[in-house]
């Protein structure tokens, strides 16, 4: 027995001692892609010595004679921190993942084929300045000579994902940058599955008219109901089946709710307590480790510029020179049309068109797949845009038999200027000339916030498309696309973009909120991002009559939910302080305990607060009573707390009360009823996720960041490692956004958010400060990886400084490039 024993422990301490070797194996080799910031390298595409200063937050500072060169520094940068990024990104524009993914990513691959982003982003190389190709090219230079040092330099594949994963790298071009601008814009883009979504409800529900209900309009005059989609387009829905229920793996088009978000307001100098002005800025996209931003300092011959960059681009998209501060957010500017195709029953290759049936342009394009066999894809374009698949968003459960669906967009464009606008933007000097430079700008569609020394003004940017005043359903369902009425007439001019310039309340914000009631087709969308946030952001502007950088800090980090303090003395009305005190361990004590809290709560969305974890289940289980009997299995695409559809129905408005009776019910509940019920559903899914106390409840603990690593974040343990956790206050209406997953076991966990926040101050531009989510590195064992990812959940910010000798202290390494050939 004693033998076996032994036997037992030495096979066991030998397991672990070979375990322990291939764990130091594997991590020396994944640390051999951590690059030596402080290094001396000869490299090839330069014209003269070049420098990148790291400083102690690893922001570069890129020093050059020439323009090009410093590109081509930020280039170099990008690939040293972010190469994997880099490479997914554009395999994702290419429609190439499941060269390496194999059959999981080939849905994604086939979306990108069909809408031909990359090939439109090689012909939109014509469209650019000849400044902006020597930028591109520059750029792309440096890029592929860090890679080239990979190769030469034993330098672990350039990162430890490249182990993993196909780990040959294709060398950047110029298309590539522009590809990635076509990519935020599709990431950005929310009206196709709105449309799908408006269609699919109206057939779904018994009189169109409540549609309005549900999917109701941005407060203001605009469209009060639409057509009634069946008469629309006659045979719609009629035997549909869901082909697609999941979304497909690396995705690219952000699911309902999750769309591009974001604030950015300014203050002129009457409206600054220092006399200068100040803007702020945040930016929400999905949370990822690492996050989309990368921070950096070009100082180009048009002076310094610094900001947040997109690693694959050459461009600070946000930030400030030494004379400029711009930012943005999505302008939800309604750039998508879907068009239903007639199909010719004869000749399956021919659409209808105003002028009869006419070919379809097509091509033949292959699918290579990890594992399996090739697929040939057949793309096809009518006159309105490309063929989009049926099996995707939904489409088979709007499509009538004999029919397709095309897509117009802006973003399709061949001629796409919008890197040589946003390279123009970085060198402009005043409000008039950034707001001439953006004239360019073709797609996502944002709204751009500028400021100078003296002046504020914020203008919508992106093309926005000319629909004629007969379209059927004014861009907001999908129209019959032979009938010319419903097709695009073009762009509109520049200057019908809305512009505010100098307001006379010298400030100027946007929170995604509607921007202008025009009528239509000046419109701009009927569609906007937000109803909540705009009211906090314009008390808190309000109440003071001039602010500096540390009052727009609070106004970035604030997390009272507007939406909170209005619906709840609605939806409680009839609970709160009713009747005597109920036994205790009933579930009518529970409901009490559960009101008083909320009932000396001010809405604050504290992650150390029970309160906010009851107000969002109550209203979660809320809405889900209020809408399932009506819409079956579509009830789950309202991922998310719809507060303007709540009001609605809890004030009556045109009769909206009906949502509370259920209708496979014989008794008429009341919207009371319908409170008090979920409620107690409520309490009951806390007790058996938390299973503790109420008044012991964090809303943190459900809250919590998630910043998934989007190819290892799913693997197990390596996933455990690669992805970035933090408790986290704010929701999914608080100016703090923390947009909340919507679904799954954890719904609460917040998906979504400020990945960056900067605020500029150009009383004393060099006090202005910024921050990320996560880190500046890209490699998970980097302490570069996470380390601003601490601050930014704290509420901290780091300097933003143009000043070199500022940068230097401390700084974390610096590079040295020489050109080929000069080494001394």
């Known amino acids: 027995m004693a033998a076996a024993i032994r036997w037992l422990f030495r096979i066991f301490v030998t397991l672990a001692l070979l375990a322990g070797l291939a764990s130091a194996a594997l991590y020396w080799f994944m640390a051999r892609s951590l690059p030596d910031y402080d290094a001396r390298l000869e490299v090839a595409g330069l014209d003269a010595p070049l420098e990148i200063v790291r400083d102690n937050s690893n922001v570069p500072h890129i020093f050059g004679e020439t323009d090009a060169d410093v590109f081509f520094g930020l280039g170099f940068a990008h690939a040293q921190d972010r190469l994997w990024q880099m490479t997914l990104m554009r395999r994702t524009a290419q429609g190439r993942l499941s060269e390496i993914f194999g059959a999981r990513t080939a849905a994604t691959d086939e979306l990108m084929r069909r809408l031909d982003i990359y090939n439109l982003a090689r012909q939109s190389l014509g469209a650019q300045s000849d400044e902006t190709m020597t930028a591109l090219e520059a750029y792309a ?59 699919r409800v109206s057939l779904a529900l018994d009189d169109p008219e409540r549609l309005r209900d549900i999917l109701p309009d941005a407060p203001g005059q605009g469209v009060a109901a639409l057509p ?18 999941a979304t497909p793996d690396l995705w690219p088009v952000a699911e309902r709710g999750l769309g591009g978000a974001s604030n950015v307001w300014a203050a002129g100098p009457t409206r600054s ?22 921070l950096a300092r070009l100082e180009l011959s048009s002076g310094g510029v610094i900001g947040a960059t997109v690693p694959g681009m050459p461009l600070v998209l946000l930030g400030r020179s030494e004379r400029l501060g711009w930012g943005i957010t999505a302008s939800y500017a309604d750039d998508q049309d879907l068009h239903i195709e007639k199909v010719n029953p004869d000749n399956r290759n021919e659409l209808l068109t105003p002028e009869g049936f006419k ?63 946003g390279l123009e933007l970085m060198r402009a000097g005043d409000v008039d000339a950034a707001l001439a430079a953006a004239e360019g700008f073709v797609a996502p569609g944002l709204n751009l916030a500028v400021i100078d020394a003296e002046r504020i003004a914020m203008k919508t940017i992106g093309a926005l498309p000319r629909r004629r005043d007969g379209h059927a359903s004014k861009g907001r369902l999908p129209t019959p696309g032979w009938i ?25 914000g946007n929170t995604n909120n509607k921007v202008v009631d025009r009528p239509f087709p000046l419109h701009v969308s009927y569609h906007w991002g937000d109803t909540q946030r705009i009211q906090r952001w314009r008390r808190l502007m309000q109440n003071r009559e001039v602010h500096t950088r540390e009052s727009f800090m609070e106004a970035q980090l604030d997390t009272v939910s507007p939406t909170a303090r209005s619906l709840l003395p609605l939806v409680g009305a009839d609970l709160w302080f009713t009747g005597e005190a109920a036994p205790e361990g009933t579930p009518e004590r529970l409901r009490q305990r559960a009101l008083a809290l909320l009932a000396g709560w001010n809405g604050e969305m504290n992650e150390h607060l029970p309160e906010p974890l009851i107000y969002a289940a109550w209203m979660r289980a809320l809405q889900t009573r209020l809408i399932a009997d009506d819409l079956g299995p579509l009830a ?44 107690d559903d409520a309490l009951i899914w806390i007790d058996e996720r938390y299973g503790t106390a109420l ?59 400020a990945g960056y926040r900067g605020i500029y101050d150009f009383a004393d531009p060099d006090s202005s400060v910024f921050i990320t989510s996560t880190g500046q590195s890209g490699h998970p064992l980097s302490r570069h990886y996470d380390d601003l990812g601490d601050l930014w959940r704290r509420g901290e910010y780091i300097p933003m400084t143009l000043d070199p000798d500022l940068a230097r202290a401390a700084a974390v390494g610096v590079t040295e490039l020489i050109p080929a050939g000069r080494a001394e």
Request: contains cysteine; charged residues 20%; aromatic residues 8%.
């Open 141 to 199: 230079a440096g890029v592929n000579a860090w890679v080239s040092e990979v190769n030469t330099g034993a330098r672990g594949r350039g990162a430890p994902e490249f182990w993993m994963f196909e780990p040959q790298i294709a060398p950047w071009s110029p298309a590539d940058s522009l590809a990635m601008i076509k990519l935020l814009a599709l990431n950005l883009g929310t009206h196709l599955g709105e449309e799908v979504l408006r269609a």
């Open 228 to 245: 009634d989609y069946a008469a629309l387009v006659p045979g719609a829905g009629q035997g549909a089946t869901r082909l697609a229920a």
């Open 273 to 294: 307590a220092s006399g200068g002005t100040l803007l702020a800025n945040d930016p929400h996209l999905a949370f990822t480790a690492p996050t989309l931003w990368y």
């Open 359 to 421: 070919p379809m342009r097509s091509r033949p394009s292959i699918l290579k797949i990890r594992d399996a066999d090739p697929v040939t894809l057949t793309l096809r374009w009518s006159e309105n845009g490309p063929i989009l698949p049926r099996r995707q968003f939904d489409l088979s459960e709007i499509t009538p038999p004999g029919h397709v669906v095309s897509l117009s967009w802006t973003a399709l464009s061949p001629e796409d200027g919008s890197m040589t606008a």
């Open 484 to 508: 010319a009425e419903n097709r695009w007439d073009g762009i509109l001019p520049y200057d019908a973009n809305p512009v505010f310039a100098d307001p006379a309340g010298g400030i100027v």
């Open 636 to 679: 789950a695409e309202f991922t998310h707390l719809e507060p303007l559809f709540v009001e609605r129905v809890f004030r009556n408005i045109d009769g909206a009360a009906g949502w509370c009776d259920v209708v496979q019910s014989a008794r008429v509940e009341t919207c009371t009823d319908m409170a008090r019920l979920a409620l």
């Open 695 to 753: 008044e012991s409840l964090r809303w943190g603990d459900a809250h919590e960041a998630l910043h998934a690593h989007e190819t290892l974040g799913g693997i197990g343990g390596i996933g455990w490692f690669a992805n970035i956790r933090q408790s986290t206050s704010g929701g999914d209406n608080t100016l703090s956004r923390g947009l909340s997953r919507g679904t799954g076991t954890n719904p609460f966990t917040s998906v979504h958010g």
